[in-house]
């Protein structure tokens, strides 16, 4: 049962982060083709009609809507063809769109996860494990946590502030679209982070990308660098580099830091920075027995 509910619950996460992104995406998409049908407005009052087919070439004759006369125009290769069929594409396009954004919005907004968590909030009172009623004193240990890193990034600068180009869903800026994926994951899971809060550790102040709280004590921070220009031999090599200085200055990879990575082609995979959180940040509930031989619920 316990392994059931983490792969389930791991699963729901990477499920809803992707909904969302293509929710994002497909909103990116409809801007866009919106942006381009304006353009062609014009062309929308325009009618199609085949002529003829020589060759496997399709001629056409053209019609305003509110007229019955046709005018012979030619192929595709005439613009005026090539912008009725763009304007006529476009619109069945954000038809498509219209209802697929309606469609995930409704989901989003009624999907009920079933972390415990989610379920325990739902319940009355009277109900809920004595383990929800502790939040309140760990609320207030995150609160100060972020309060005291926020205060410590603001004392120190921003680092190469012109490099930081990609806004997030709460108006702050990363260096990169992956990092900004990472941000707006941490952000709508509720996770306490930093986002390149400085590090001091030996003889190096380090800038990783994210300092995260983790709920096990809300003591421990986690730090995640990831790496995104791996192709770069430049960018390759700093990397290395920075990865043996965090050894070299008392802070290990796999343990105190973790890095991630694009795929060799510039892509990105939430995958493992789920993982990295699920173990280090915040575990999955489980069952397990005490000295008595009693069940009780660790997380």
Known sequence: MKRCSEQYLSMEDKTLFEIKKLNIELRDLQSKQRLRLNKLSKFTTYRLHATGCINGVTYYSVRRANETKCKYVGNESKPLIRAIMEARYLEKSLEFLDKDIELLDNFLKEFKSVSFR??????????????SKRNKPKEQLAAEWKEKAEKFKASK??????????????????????????????????YIFVYELPVESGTRTFYPDFSILSEIDYKTVIYIEHQGKMSDP??????????????????????????????????????????????????????????????????
């Open 118 to 131: 989610s379920v325990t909030e739902s319940l009355p009172k009277t109900y809920r494990s004595r383990r």
């Open 157 to 190: 600068g921003t680092f190469r502030e012109e490099e930081l180009i990609h806004t997030t869903e709460d108006g702050n800026k990363t260096r990169s679209k992956s990092e900004m994926t990472i941000y707006n994951y941490l952000l709508a899971h509720d």
């Open 234 to 299: 430049k960018y390759k090599d700093d990397s290395e580099a920075r990865e043996y200085d965090y050894w070299k200055n008392g802070m290990l990879p796999n343990r105190d830091v973790y890095f991630t990575y694009d795929d060799n082609r510039g892509g990105f995979d939430i995958g493992p920075i789920i993982d990295i959180l699920r173990l280090r940040v915040r575990p999955m509930l489980w069952e397990e027995k005490d000295a008595k031989g009693l069940k009780r619920k660790a997380g």
